[in-house]
């Protein structure tokens, strides 16, 4: 019978393991692909580049890998999701963390929204004296890895119930 030690035996990393692969496809001159490289490092993510100068026909190539032509392209674990406005959007809706920290989806967030109604309802809420109405709502959202919503659930807090 071999000997085995009581040492951890080196286990694969699985995919929840590993950092997301991501690539940023850029040209040297383009500041939106500056945005995206200082956005990438501001939260801590490591990236591949591909600067595409000194390859020839660089955009029929990136628009057969990524769907677009423009730069920045990104890719994150072979899933384009575009250049550096969508790369932003994904950031301000928190999926950017989700994807680093591999939070598995679809994820949840809370969103404040404000209508016409809610600002009419607050001002008048404020004339009366009262101080505990807002004039946002909160919504919880369901979020894709694409940042799309998958659904919403509006959540008031108690205290705003039923009173106007």
């Not at 694969?12 to 393991?17: G, S, V």
């Not at 850029?26 to 490092?41: D, E, G, N």
């Not at 250049?83 to 301000?92: E, F, H, M, V």
Request: aromatic share 6%; with cysteine.
């Amino acid at each position: 019978m071999p000997n085995v030690s009581n040492q951890a035996m080196s286990v694969p990393p699985t995919a929840a393991d590993r950092p997301p692969e991501i690539t940023v496809y850029t040209l040297p001159w383009c500041p939106h692909c500056v945005r995206a490289r200082a956005l990438l490092k501001r939260r801590g993510l490591a990236f591949q580049e591909v600067d595409g100068t000194e390859t020839p026909d660089f955009r029929a190539r990136l628009a057969d890998l990524t769907g677009g032509f423009t730069v920045p392209q990104i890719v994150i674990d072979g899933t384009p999701i575009g250049g550096a406005d969508r790369l932003a959007s994904l950031d301000r809706a928190g999926v950017l963390v989700a994807i680093a920290d591999r939070e598995p989806f679809p994820i949840v967030r809370e969103r404040r929204r404000s209508s016409p109604w809610l600002l009419v309802r607050w001002a008048s809420a404020r004339i009366r004296g009262r101080r505990d109405v807002s004039p946002f709502n909160r919504v919880e959202v369901r979020l894709d890895r694409a940042g799309r919503v998958v659904d919403a659930l509006n959540r008031v807090p108690q205290t705003e119930r039923g009173e106007t």
